[in-house]
């Protein structure tokens, strides 16, 4: 029985080691980050590349209330994005997600609304491309919501992948969209509970096999 302990007290320290590992700095799990590439859809696609160490990952701008950009969509859309953490926050030495924050000044609806993002890349050295793979949180924006039926989630879905001219809805004034690139890790306190789950079944085994 102690062994099964102290076997499963190691797996867990190990688990939880290698999970906060993941988010030291972004993509690092993957390789050498190099840039991140934007596809931003208003009609036509616009590809935007910001390299690893530049300045606009680093800086909220909106946060800041500057009225500055980082780049600009066709529909007067003014568009920010930095390195963040899982909520949007800014986070540019230890965050493991990219959050883009859209400032539309338009009151429209449905598909007429801004922040439209078709996909987003982390690009590593030897040429591997990583694509977002899940939103991780989102506000929404003006004209989409549980109001606009079909438009209830600003269509966030479709940042998802590789591009396919296919692009987010999100909303206007302003709006905002956090993805992730890997799976999310499971927190050390549910591998702990997994566990003693695993343990509390091998003690019930015994005591079934002394009977």
């Given amino acids: 029985m102690k062994r099964i302990v102290a076997i499963l007290f190691v797996a867990c320290c190990v688990f939880c080691v290698a999970g906060s590992a993941n988010a030291i700095s972004l993509g690092s799990q993957f390789g050498t980050l190099v840039s991140i590439t934007v596809h931003e859809q208003t009609g036509s696609v616009r590809i935007f590349t910001f390299d690893d160490e530049a300045l606009q990952l680093q800086v909220d701008i909106m946060a800041e209330g500057s009225g500055a950009y980082d780049f600009l969509g066709t529909g007067n859309e003014f568009y920010d994005i930095y390195v963040s953490?899982?909520?949007?926050?800014?986070?540019?030495?230890?965050?493991?997600?990219?959050?883009?924050?859209?400032?539309?000044?338009?009151?429209?609806?449905?598909?007429?609304?801004?922040?439209?993002?078709?996909?987003?890349?982390?690009?590593?050295?030897?040429?591997?491309?990583?694509?977002?793979?899940?939103?991780?949180?989102?506000?929404?924006?003006?004209?989409?919501?549980?109001?606009?039926?079909?438009?209830?989630?600003?269509?966030?879905?479709?940042?998802?992948?590789?591009?396919?001219?296919?692009?987010?809805?999100?909303?206007?004034?302003?709006?905002?969209?956090t993805l992730g690139f890997s799976q999310p890790v499971p927190e050390p306190a549910t591998?702990?509970?997994?566990?003693?789950?695993?343990?509390?079944?091998?003690?019930?085994?015994?005591?079934?096999l002394r009977k």
């Fill in 191 to 208: 591998m702990l509970l997994f566990g003693l789950g695993i343990l509390g079944l091998a003690g019930v085994s015994r005591k079934k």
């Fill in 85 to 177: 953490d899982a909520s949007g926050g800014l986070d540019y030495a230890a965050g493991d997600f990219i959050t883009i924050d859209c400032f539309r000044d338009a009151r429209l609806t449905g598909g007429a609304v801004g922040n439209n993002i078709d996909a987003v890349a982390l690009n590593f050295s030897g040429g591997l491309n990583v694509w977002a793979k899940y939103v991780s949180s989102y506000t929404l924006g003006y004209g989409v919501g549980a109001a606009y039926p079909g438009y209830e989630d600003g269509w966030v879905n479709e940042a998802l992948g590789i591009p396919d001219a296919l692009s987010t809805r999100v909303g206007d004034q302003y709006s905002s969209l």
